[in-house]
């Protein structure tokens, strides 16, 4: 079973540093290649913020968090992680990770629609 688990949200000031996690589990690894975080803010749609390919290592963001967050897989640990800096109000949602089955190809950031497995969801709030 595919498992996704995020922590790590929490409420900081505008300017400031979070940094999400999202614990998957090791079938995962087999049933996915493509990780992603996506957010979403009170009444509007889901959008992606930034995608990984765990097979190679590629990466893609959003325009809107360029610069400032950091996608990124511990294999060691079957983590994923959202570093951000330099938080805005903007910001402010929560933020998912998400899973692509393997047998879709890479394709940087994908429509949330494309991805199979999600996680609960945590909450950020930058003020």
């Known amino acids: 079973q595919v498992q996704l688990v995020e922590s790590g949200g929490g409420s900081v000031q505008a300017g400031g540093s979070l940094r999400l996690s999202c614990a998957v589990t090791s079938t995962m690894t087999y049933r996915s290649n493509a990780l992603a975080w996506f957010r979403q803010a009170p009444g509007q749609e889901r959008e992606g913020v930034a995608a990984v390919f765990t097979s190679g290592g590629l990466t893609k963001y959003a325009d809107s968090v360029k610069g400032r967050f950091t996608i990124s897989k511990d294999n060691a640990k079957n983590t994923l992680y959202l570093q951000m800096i330099s938080l805005k109000p903007e910001d402010t949602g929560v933020y998912f990770c998400?899973?692509?089955?393997?047998?879709?190809?890479?394709?940087?950031?994908?429509?949330?629609?494309?991805?199979?497995?999600w996680g609960q969801g945590t909450q950020v709030t930058v003020s």
């Open positions: 998400a899973a692509a089955d393997r047998s879709i190809p890479w394709a940087g950031l994908r429509p949330a629609a494309e991805y199979a497995y």
